[in-house]
């Protein structure tokens, strides 16, 4: 295995993750924020913080997933090295 294929995999596998983590994180806490009018402010200010990080989280693991994607094109000759 060529070191362009192991950091192709690397990034995917960090890109997979992310957006793995940061989309179960977003839907779980909307769900929760949208499904629970009784919570009390402090537990609604805890779903709200945690739905604000979870996005950044998933658009890193996408940037990875875009990174990654460009860098397999570039190795098959059929995108550009910039």
Not at 4 to 17: A, L, S
Not at 23 to 39: P, R
Not at 53 to 75: M, R, T
């Amino acid at each position: 295995m060529s070191f362009e294929r192991h950091e192709i995999r690397q990034q995917v596998g960090i890109g997979t993750k992310h957006v793995l983590i940061g989309g179960i994180l977003f839907v779980i806490a909307f769900a929760a924020h949208g499904s629970q009018a009784s919570l009390g402010f402090e537990e609604q200010s805890l779903l709200s913080l945690v739905i604000m990080v979870s996005v950044p989280v998933w658009v890193i693991g996408a940037v990875c997933l875009g990174i990654a994607a460009d860098n397999w094109l570039v190795s098959k000759g059929q995108g550009k090295r910039h």
